[in-house]
């Protein structure tokens, strides 16, 4: 799971990085939204050599936000500080 997990965030990543280049005009919310569909909607990573189903990948980057490594939203760390307290 480890280079599954490192391909998705270097996906990320590069997502995140066109999303903000291509669309400033966008807010960052909308931005956040685009580059979780974008992420979705990429071709599928295979695991250990096997073609994983799509809801395994999206559930896969969805644990990795929830343990705080992507977020969609630009900011998410300081906007998930600032809910925290």
Not at 33 to 49: D, F, G, P, T, V
Not at 64 to 80: A, C, N, Q, T, V
């Amino acid at each position: 799971m480890n280079e599954y997990d490192s391909a998705l965030l270097r996906r990320h990543q590069n997502l995140k990085t066109e999303v903000g280049l291509v669309n400033k005009s966008l807010s960052e919310k909308e931005q956040g939204r685009l580059l979780y569909s974008r992420c979705c909607q990429s071709s599928s990573i295979a695991l250990e050599a096997r073609v994983v189903p799509e809801h395994f990948m999206s559930g896969s980057l969805n644990a990795l936000s929830d343990r705080r490594e992507i977020g969609w939203h630009p900011d998410f760390d300081k906007l998930l500080d600032d809910e925290a307290t």
